[in-house]
C-alpha cells in the first residue's frame, strides 16, 4: 500500500452530481485501508466555513467574491490539505480553485490573470526541491450541459447565490472548466454527467484504476444501493 498522498478535486456545474460519488469513492479507499479525509471548498475549516456562508449568500462584487475564496483555500490548505497529504492520506476535496476560474473569473468576469496570481500566492508550498504551487493530483469534472443541469436543480431545494443564476452563467462556468481542462489537461478526468449514475460511477472507478491509485474489483457497487 502506497504512502504517499493523493490529492483529488471534484468539480463540475450546480447540479453536475458530484456529491454521491465522492461518498462513494470515500468507501472505496477505506475498504483498501487508506486513510482519508473528505474535505470541501469553500470550507473545510472553522474559518472557512464562516466565509463559505458570505460567499454563497451575501451580494459582492467579484472580486472580493474571489479574494475571500483564496483566503479560505490558505486556511484550508494550511490546516487541513498539507498536514494530510504529508501524513500520506487520501484528500477527496468537493472543488478548488477550478472553481474559482470557472466561477469568479469565466462566470462572473473576473480577471483571469490576477486569479493566476492569487493562485500562485496561496497555493505555494515548500517542498524538498524548492518552492512549488500545489495543484490537485486528480480532478474528477462532472461535465454537463447547463440546460439539464438546470432541470435537475429545479426544485430541488431553497437555491443559493449562485445555483439561483441563468443557464448563460452556467454556460460560461462551463466554458471556464473547459479552459481549464485544456491548459493543464493530464490532471483531468473529464466525465460525460448525462448519464445514469451507475455509468458514471463506472467511469469515475475507471480514471482510478487507470492511474493505479484503485484496485480492480474494488467497490464495483459504488454504494449505489
Ligand atoms: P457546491 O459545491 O455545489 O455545494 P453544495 O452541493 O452544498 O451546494 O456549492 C458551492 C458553490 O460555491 C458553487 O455554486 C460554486 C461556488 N464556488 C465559487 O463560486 N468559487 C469557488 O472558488 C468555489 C470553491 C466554489
Redesign the pocket.
Known amino acids: 500500500m502506497t504512502t504517499t498522498g493523493l490529492f483529488i478535486t471534484f468539480e463540475g456545474i ?1 447540479g453536475a452530481g ?2 454521491t460519488h465522492i461518498d462513494s469513492l470515500a468507501q472505496a479507499f477505506k475498504a483498501q485501508g487508506r486513510s482519508l479525509v473528505t474535505t ?3 470550507g473545510g475549516t472553522p474559518l472557512a466555513e464562516k466565509l463559505r456562508t458570505l ?2 449568500n451575501d451580494p459582492m462584487d467579484a472580486m472580493t ?1 474571489a479574494l475571500l ?1 483564496f483566503a479560505a483555500r490558505r486556511d484550508h490548505l494550511k490546516q487541513v490539505i498539507e498536514p494530510a497529504l504529508a501524513r500520506g492520506d487520501v484528500v477527496l476535496c ?4 477550478d ?2 476560474f470557472a ?2 473569473g469565466s462566470g462572473r468576469g473576473f480577471d483571469l490573470d490576477t486569479l493566476s496570481y492569487l493562485e500562485q500566492l496561496v497555493q505555494i508550498q515548500q517542498g524538498v526541491e524548492g518552492d512549488f504551487v500545489r495543484q490537485p493530483d486528480m480532478t474528477i469534472w462532472f461535465d454537463l450541459a447547463p440546460e439539464i443541469a438546470a432541470q435537475r436543480l429545479a426544485g430541488a431545494r431553497v437555491p ?1 447565490k ?2 439561483a443564476q441563468p443557464v448563460e452563467f452556467f454556460a460560461r462556468v462551463r466554458a471556464g472548466y473547459l479552459a481549464r481542462h485544456d491548459a493543464q489537461p493530464w490532471r483531468f478526468a473529464r466525465i460525460e454527467a448525462d448519464q445514469s449514475r451507475e455509468a458514471v460511477w463506472q467511469d469515475v472507478l475507471a480514471a482510478f484504476r487507470q492511474k493505479g491509485w484503485l484496485s480492480n474489483g474494488s467497490s464495483d457497487a459504488g454504494g449505489l444501493a
Open positions: 450546480d458530484k456529491s470541501r471548498e469553500p460567499v454563497l467574491e475564496v468537493d472543488r478548488f480553485t472553481a474559482t466561477y469568479q443559493d449562485f445555483e
